[in-house]
């Protein structure tokens, strides 16, 4: 009997989730240099506070189980209680958490796609059923095939908003229609400080509201892996019964910390980051091979007109930018926004691979 044999068979089905390559692992294995692009990462890097605390945390002692600082730093920062504070190893873990707290094996959560990915991928693993509610033609959420999709076993509804790849906002009013099904929503805010709108304002009055943050984006610590919800102060302790108790390491607490002290200077990199999105976007509309949507993040989504975004992905890569290419209905591309600099090299790239396969 193979070790394979072994294995539960959804898991053997399942299409892993396909992460970037480092940058520096690529760059070593093929000698060259490239513009990572593929991402959504922050390429201002980290306030200059993280680099100083990090010398100075106990690194040799078990962090606080309880992220106590963390969490009052993040309520002063959201304007809510650190009582309903939950903090995890990304946003990623959260989302694993939340499904295992809310879903018997069997049970529904609705994921309204195109959607980041991990929603469906942790809802299989753990035997949850993923109902998919393809958005409209303008990656709008459906509301009335939302609600149709509803059923007695219904558990969560997953909402990223801003919308990771599409960068669109989905309307108050529509999230709060959702929030009436009394359903969990899990309404995934991982680009709010990029698009200025939150609504952790509303946990206070649906209990049945999780707001999903992260660090990765605006603060730039991708690489700590610190995400956190804003959730009903009842659930936390119901997060501690099935959370690793040490989750979070204490470097990524002592980034974060330092982090929150510094957001002049980070929320400075996100208006830069704003103005080059603007830019590029600008830029692209002016393209006729493709299609830029508007976005509130720090990436843009470039739908193409054929079915070859693995094969301008691959031109793009040969000329040294890394970019992200979406399948499925409708196959895109979806761009991070980086340096002026960055974006440069990127339109030229663009322009040579059109005029390679136009040939």
């Known amino acids: 009997m193979s070790i394979h044999d072994l294995l ?84 990623d873990e959260m989302i694993d958490l939340l499904i295992r707290l809310f879903l018997d094996p069997g049970d529904e959560m609705i994921d309204c796609t195109p959607a980041f990915l991990m929603y469906a991928i942790s809802g299989a693993v753990n035997r949850g059923k993923v109902v998919v509610v393809p958005r409209d033609d303008h990656f709008a959420v459906d509301l009335e095939a939302v609600e149709r999709a509803l059923s007695d076993r219904t558990k969560i509804i997953f909402l990223c908003s801003p919308n990771n790849p599409t960068g669109n906002m989905t309307p108050d009013a529509d999230i709060i229609r959702l929030l009436d099904t009394g ?8 680009y709010a400080e990029f698009s200025g709108h939150s609504l952790v ?53 002592v980034a974060g910390v330092a982090s929150l002290e510094d957001q002049d200077y980070l929320m400075a990199n996100v208006r830069c980051l704003i103005a080059e999105r603007d830019r590029l976007s600008e830029r692209l509309c002016a393209l006729d091979y493709g299609r ?7 990436f843009l989504y470039w739908q193409i007109p054929c079915d070859r975004a693995v094969t301008w992905r691959q031109g793009l890569a040969d000329r040294g930018v890394l970019i992200r290419a979406l399948s499925g209905p409708r196959e895109a591309l979806r761009f991070s926004v980086g340096r002026p600099e960055e974006s440069d090299l990127l339109l030229a790239a663009l322009e040579d691979v059109h005029a390679q396969l136009a040939g």
């Open 292 to 298: 830029v949507y508007p976005s509130v993040t720090n």
């Open 183 to 190: 359903r969990i929503l899990v309404l995934d805010e991982a």
């Open 8 to 91: 539960r068979r959804d898991i053997a089905a399942l299409e892993p989730y396909p992460p970037p390559p480092t940058l520096e692992l690529l760059q070593q294995r093929l000698g060259r240099t490239f513009v990572k692009l593929d991402a959504n990462e922050n390429p201002y890097g980290p306030s200059p506070r993280v680099a100083e605390a990090l010398r100075h945390c106990n690194a040799w002692r078990y962090p606080d189980a309880a992220c106590t600082e963390l969490r009052e730093r993040l309520g002063e920062y959201l304007g809510t209680e650190p009582e309903r504070i939950v903090c995890t190893v990304g946003g």
């Open 201 to 253: 304002h509303l946990a206070h009055r649906y209990p049945n509201l999780v707001i999903l943050r992260t660090m990765s984006k605006w603060a730039a610590l991708a690489g700590m892996r610190l995400g956190y919800a804003v959730v009903d102060p009842s659930l936390v302790a119901e997060f501690t019964k099935i959370k690793s108790p040490y989750n979070v390491s204490i470097a990524a607490q």
